[in-house]
């Protein structure tokens, strides 16, 4: 993901396009959620996990 690609995002964003931020597949990053080893913090939200945009930017050291 490019840096203007991370800035647009919303709020919060399902771990497979957080997964993509890091150049993870899908089946990794199911992996590492799955394992509470995932780079950042995810969110169960009514079911969907989630992480938010804002915890990507710092993890990735991208800033608006």
């Known amino acids: 993901m490019t840096r203007e690609e991370l800035l647009a995002l919303p709020v919060a964003v399902d771990v497979v396009t957080a997964g993509k931020a890091f150049s993870l ?27 938010l945009a804002t915890d990507l930017w710092k993890a990735l050291g991208v800033t608006p």
């Open 25 to 51: 597949g899908r089946n990794k990053t199911y992996d590492l959620v799955n394992a509470d080893a995932f780079p950042v913090p995810v969110h169960d939200y009514g079911g969907a996990r989630r992480v």
